[in-house]
């Protein structure tokens, strides 16, 4: 009798993780989730570089650094959080772009495993086909910072001038 209540157990189990696993959506930041329309890359208006998050060195700065073709660091893929607010993700650290609101001056990383406030932006289209992002933790805009070495982007400027506007190209 116990050799036939044991020898159910695995096909309920089956059965139990069958349905679980069914109704577990897939994490936002896994790279098949994504849709193939949801990739882009990032250039600075002011030096026409790529923006890059480096993906062999943990918790690099996104930097404005990178010449022509972009590769996978230079992926990212836009995720609405709905209401006109968007978060940034990564490709290649599979993480989220994150401002540290609470640092002066913080460069953005792509380190964030979860949205939350310092992963949201808005995005502002100007005229000329550029956007400039605008950090809702901190109320700034995104910049590239031409005056710093390897040219980091930073989430600390009040209006949109030639560092804060990025031309974007789909994969």
């Not at 400039?132 to 949109?160: H, R």
């Amino acid at each position: 009798m116990l050799k036939r209540k044991f020898a159910r157990l695995p096909v309920a189990l089956f059965a139990v993780l069958a349905i679980v696993g069914a109704q577990t959506p897939a994490l936002a930041h896994d790279v098949r989730t994504k849709a193939a329309s949801c990739w882009f890359h990032l250039m600075s208006g002011a030096n026409a570089k790529y923006v890059s998050a480096r993906g062999n060195l943990a918790g690099y700065p996104l930097q404005a650094n990178t010449e022509y073709p972009p590769g996978t660091w230079e992926s990212f893929c836009l995720e609405s959080q709905g209401y006109d607010v968007f978060a940034i993700w990564s490709r290649t650290t599979g993480k989220y772009v994150s401002v540290r609101a609470n640092v002066t001056n913080y460069p953005l990383r792509a380190n964030a495993d979860f949205v939350g406030p310092w992963e949201r932006f808005t995005i502002q289209y100007s005229g000329d086909g550029t956007t400039s992002y605008l950090s809702l933790a901190t109320g700034k805009f995104v910049s590239a910072k031409m005056n710093l070495s390897n040219y980091p982007l930073q989430a600390n400027a009040d209006e949109i001038g030639t560092w804060e506007k990025f031309w974007t190209a789909d994969e």
